[in-house]
């Protein structure tokens, strides 16, 4: 069955750097697009970053030019390095996968989330 695992959250200050993995298994990874969503409580649940399982990349505004998402096809594993963190940044932050380079909908798989919260 697929799994996805996401590691490296945790508590920040502002301007602090963090990076998360995403740890597939199950799955032919290679072929698969890969997403960072995060969700503050309370709130849906927002695309942050997509890279396809070629490497095109797509940032929300409020990351660009401060977080970088890349892959590891030999390790089964997608980062998110977090450059510049801000306090609005503090979230879960989950990572995503699917078959179909399409986001308009939450489909696909999901790891459990981590936690990351940026201090002011």
């Known amino acids: 069955q697929v799994q996805l695992v996401e590691s490296g959250g945790g508590l920040v200050q502002a301007g602090g750097s963090l990076r998360l993995s995403c740890v597939a298994s199950?799955?032919?990874?290679?072929?698969?697009?890969m997403a960072w969503y995060r969700r503050v409580p309370g709130e849906q649940r927002d695309l942050v970053v997509t890279?396809?399982?070629?490497?095109?990349?797509t940032y929300a505004d409020s990351v660009k030019g401060r977080f970088t998402v890349s892959r590891d096809n030999g390790r089964n594993t997608v980062y998110l390095e977090m450059n510049s963190l801000k306090s609005e940044d503090t979230a879960v932050y989950y990572c995503n996968a699917r078959l179909i380079n399409n986001w308009d909908t939450q489909r696909g798989y999901w790891g459990q989330g981590t936690q990351v919260t940026v201090s002011s």
């Open positions: 199950g799955m032919q990874f290679s072929i698969y697009h």
């Open positions: 890279i396809t399982y070629d490497g095109t990349t």
